[in-house]
């Protein structure tokens, strides 16, 4: 099954179907685990909601997708979180 990955999905979707996934998912998300959270919150955020909960900056949710990317060897949208 080839799953495209958007910031809409949810964190638990990217985990299951990409488990090599894990360690960079850790490194941005890394307060969900350090507050054994991460059943909780992974499962019902999305990417772009967990980023939103942490407050992660646009640079680095650029480069959770551009380390996917190179990770997974798939295709990732360019996102734009402008505010309109």
């Given amino acids: ?3 495209k ?5 949810k ?5 299951e ?5 894990e360690e ?12 054994k959270l991460e059943d909780i919150a992974l499962k019902r955020l999305s990417i772009k909601g967990a980023f939103n909960v942490l407050n992660i900056p646009e640079e680095d ?5 551009q380390e996917l990317q190179e990770k997974l ?4 949208p360019k996102i734009s979180m402008e505010k309109e």
């Fill in 1 to 3: 099954m080839n799953m």
């Fill in 5 to 9: 990955i958007t910031e809409d999905i």
């Fill in 11 to 15: 964190v638990f979707h990217l985990l």
């Fill in 17 to 21: 179907e990409f488990p090599e996934s």
């Fill in 24 to 35: 960079i998912v850790r490194k941005y998300f890394s307060y969900f685990y350090e507050k």
């Fill in 61 to 65: 949710r650029q480069k959770f997708f």
């Fill in 73 to 76: 060897g798939v295709e990732v």
